[in-house]
C-alpha cells in the first residue's frame, strides 16, 4: 500500500487544478525502502521544466496541466498524470510502483489521460497533446 496522505500533496494538486500559475507537481518515494509518497517539486514552467526534474534512478508520479490549441479559435487546459520510471529503478520499486497507481489516483483523480514514461522523449509534449486533442472530442483542426 502506498502512502499517499500527506496534506501538502493534495494542497499542490488543487493548486493546479485552480489553474493557479503552479502548472505541475512531483511525487517521489520518501526512500528506497519506503512506500510513503511525498511532494518534491512544484513549478510553473510546464512539461517543459517539469522534465528537467525527473531523476533517472527514481520512480515519480507527476501531475501536470498543459495548455493547448485545439482550432484557431479556442484554447484548453487538460490534466496528465504521469508514472515516471527511470531507468536506474531496481526491480522490486519497479513492480511496486504499478500498485501503488491505484493509490496516487485516489489523490491526484481527475486526468484527461495517463502517461508512463521511461524517458524524457516518452514526455514529448507534441504527442502527448496530440493524445490530448483525441481524448477530447471534437477537434476542427485537422489533427
Known amino acids: 500500500m502506498a502512502d499517499v496522505t500527506a496534506p501538502e500533496i493534495l494542497e499542490a494538486y488543487q493548486n493546479v487544478r485552480a489553474k493557479s500559475d503552479t502548472n505541475w507537481l512531483l511525487l517521489d518515494y520518501e526512500g528506497d525502502r519506503s512506500d510513503k509518497l511525498i511532494l518534491t517539486g512544484t513549478g510553473t514552467g510546464g512539461l517543459e521544466e517539469l522534465q528537467d526534474t525527473l531523476?533517472?534512478?527514481?520512480?515519480?508520479?507527476?501531475?501536470?496541466?498543459?495548455?493547448?490549441?485545439?482550432?484557431?479559435?479556442?484554447?484548453?487546459?487538460?490534466?496528465?498524470?504521469?508514472?515516471?520510471?527511470?531507468?536506474?529503478?531496481?526491480?522490486?520499486?519497479?513492480?511496486?510502483?504499478?500498485v501503488h497507481t491505484g493509490y496516487v489516483k485516489q489523490v491526484l483523480r481527475i486526468f484527461s489521460i495517463e502517461v508512463s514514461a521511461n524517458s524524457k522523449e516518452d514526455l514529448d509534449e507534441a504527442t502527448i497533446v496530440a493524445r490530448l486533442k483525441k481524448a477530447g472530442g471534437a477537434n476542427y483542426d485537422g489533427a
Request: glycine share 4%; charged share 35%; no cysteine.
Open 55 to 98: 531523476d533517472e534512478s527514481r520512480a515519480s508520479f507527476a501531475y501536470v496541466r498543459i495548455k493547448y490549441s485545439s482550432d484557431k479559435e479556442s484554447t484548453r487546459e487538460k490534466f496528465v498524470l504521469i508514472t515516471w520510471i527511470g531507468s536506474g529503478v531496481k526491480v522490486m520499486r519497479k513492480a511496486k510502483v504499478s
